[in-house]
């Protein structure tokens, strides 16, 4: 947990925590996701986005370089997809930008994508639920450093997407997460709106 939660993918971590804390409530219906689904899919979905962050990192503060230390600004464009449990795929693009300054160990990073879905499907017991883009969510996070000291990190998931059950059930699911975590106090809270089930999922990690 505290690996994902310093790096961009923060915020799946956030929604695969309120999908297992069962931190949703909302109405179900025929064009309304159940809570139970709702949370599966946004476990689903908040694990795909952790893989898409691996290899991205924060600011790095090189202690023993020799020679003047700069700041820099470090811009990584990228677009990753990846194959979904059961066909289809999902597509992740964005930029990664970093900015160090190893002379004052101070700095910052900032991660915005698009993810979009195209017949995104996911298995749920004995039935499926496939997912497109509507037209997509938009990931963001951002957090900064000072004297070596991590501030607080505030990670967003906006947007739509579509969704039809092999039951012949479909709707379309909005999105509007933000998860912030507090790395003097360990604190993680998630708040907003994930297929029409509210979140408000507050956590704090033993600092021993």
């Excluded at 677009?79 to 190893?102: I, N």
């Excluded at 990073?109 to 497109?132: L, Q």
């Amino acid at each position: 947990m505290y690996r994902k939660l310093l790096l961009p993918g923060a915020l799946a971590a956030a929604v695969v925590l309120a999908a297992c804390d069962k931190g949703t409530t909302g109405p179900d219906g025929s064009s309304q996701l159940s809570a139970e689904d709702a949370r599966a899919l946004a476990g689903e979905t908040g694990d795909q986005d952790g893989a898409f962050m691996d290899g991205f990192a924060g600011p790095s503060f090189n202690k023993t370089a020799a020679g003047p230390q700069f700041a820099t600004t470090v811009t990584t464009t990228f677009t990753r997809t990846r194959t979904c449990p059961q066909g289809g795929s999902v597509k992740l693009e964005g930029t990664h930008v970093v900015t160090a300054d190893p002379a004052t160990h101070s700095g910052s990073v900032a991660f915005s994508a698009t993810r979009t879905e195209t017949a995104c499907v996911f298995s749920r017991g004995e039935r499926t639920i496939t997912i497109n883009g509507n037209p997509n969510t938009v990931l963001t996070s951002n957090q900064s450093w000072t004297n070596g000291v991590r501030g607080v990190r505030t990670a967003t998931k906006k947007g739509s997407f579509t969704w039809s059950r092999s039951d012949g059930k479909s709707g379309t699911c909005n999105v509007d997460v933000t998860a912030t975590w507090d790395p003097a106090t360990h604190t993680l809270h998630v708040q907003g709106t994930f297929c029409n089930q509210t979140v408000d999922v507050t956590r704090t990690w033993s600092q021993s």
